[in-house]
């Protein structure tokens, strides 16, 4: 019995070890299979990715490529800017407004146009009028406003002023504020290729003529229209200050009208002066009027044979005073503009003319009405 209980205790120790063989096999087995899974979920996920790289590379000239070819190509590049409101500061916008093409020759079809700034307080109450004149000559003007800060009002959808007003910062009368905004009108009319002549305008002024007659005067004109003339007395070399030497001397001295229109060339040599700027900016001060003297000068002696020495803008000056006449409703007659056309006498061209003003002012918003009642007969618009 002793032999039989051996036995049985031997064949029970032989079978819990093979079924331990066994478990352990099975364990083994289940382990290489998850191994095995876990590394085709891994080789799986590479195969996706990189399977997609194609697809993504396929896609991407669709996608990207257009965009970056569109901001490259020449429309782009000349087309004018969509929103005059940009984010750029004075010294931003004077740099990239000085850039000028080096090669004279357009590679495109260029229509030259001519900017019409205005430098304002607030409102244009004469714009029903302006809208008149530019009506019909759309691709042949550029309008820009600079109006104070403060001013938050705007023109309808209608207008020709509709969203062309500029970033503006304060303005004070004669002093370099009042340069300083004529400068940004300028530098934000350069940043379109196709200006060519730049017009300052203010919001009391009116077009004496139709815009061909005015566009065709203007463009096939070899001078620009600004005054520049040596006036003794307390008035003109009175107001120098001997410090801005050597920059400007006593006989370098100039005055002008601060209503002028400039060509393209004069109107970057403006805006890139770091020359005349900070002279004028030091030592003209009131009774020293800075608009009147800082352009006069320095064109006077950078390109006086392109100056026409004269300003294209009627004023009357004739009642005395530091501002001219203003004229209301009760001005505005027939004979009243027949005595401004009458008695010009000027050169154009070097030859004589009976034209030789283009603008007037200043006009008061009660003007509107009888002005726009003589348009037609008056002024051909």
Request: with cysteine.
């Amino acid at each position: 019995m002793m032999g039989m209980e051996e036995g049985k205790e031997q064949v029970s120790a032989n079978k819990m070890s093979l079924s331990r063989a066994l478990t352990l096999r099975i364990l083994v087995i289940c382990l290489l299979f998850l191994v095995l899974g876990v590394g085709l979920s891994v080789i799986s996920m590479h195969s996706v990715r990189f399977s997609m790289i194609p697809q993504i590379v396929a896609k991407a000239p669709s996608s990207v490529q257009p965009r970056f070819e569109d901001a490259n190509t020449l429309e782009n590049f000349i087309r004018p800017p969509s929103n005059l409101m940009h984010n750029m500061n004075d010294s931003e916008l004077l740099w990239r407004a000085s850039f000028a093409p080096q090669i004279k020759e357009y590679p495109f079809k260029r229509v030259p146009k001519i900017a019409f700034m205005f430098l304002t307080k607030g409102p244009l109450p004469l714009a029903p009028l302006w809208d008149r004149f530019f009506k019909g000559h759309e691709g042949l003007y550029s309008i820009y406003v600079h109006a104070l800060p403060s001013y938050t009002g705007g023109y309808p959808p209608s207008s020709v002023f509709y969203r062309r007003e500029i970033p503006s910062q304060i303005v004070e009368w004669g002093r370099m504020s009042m340069c300083e905004a004529e400068r940004r009108l300028l530098a934000n009319a350069l940043l379109d290729i196709s200006n060519e002549w730049f017009v300052l305008l203010s919001e009391s002024c009116i077009p004496l003529s139709n815009f061909s007659i005015i566009y065709r005067y203007i463009s096939r004109s070899k001078h620009s229209f600004m005054g520049s003339f040596d006036e003794p007395g307390p008035y003109g070399r009175g107001r120098y200050d001997q410090r801005m030497q050597p920059e400007v001397t006593l006989n370098q001295w100039r005055k002008g009208s601060q209503w002028f229109e400039v060509n393209r060339k004069l109107a970057i040599d403006i805006v890139k002066d770091t020359t005349y700027y900070p002279k004028f900016k030091e030592f003209c001060h009131p009774a020293c009027y800075v608009d009147e003297h800082y352009y006069p000068t320095m064109l006077a002696i950078q390109s006086p044979d392109l100056l026409a020495n004269r300003t294209l803008t009627w004023t009357d000056w004739s009642r005395g005073g530091a501002h001219p006449a203003t004229f209301g409703k009760p001005d505005i007659t027939e004979g009243f503009f027949k005595r401004i056309f009458e008695g010009q006498s000027c050169l154009y061209n070097g030859q004589p003319s009976s034209t030789c003003y283009l603008f007037a002012r200043k006009f008061a918003p009660s003007a509107l009405d009888p002005l726009l009642g003589l348009a037609s007969k008056v002024f051909g618009y």
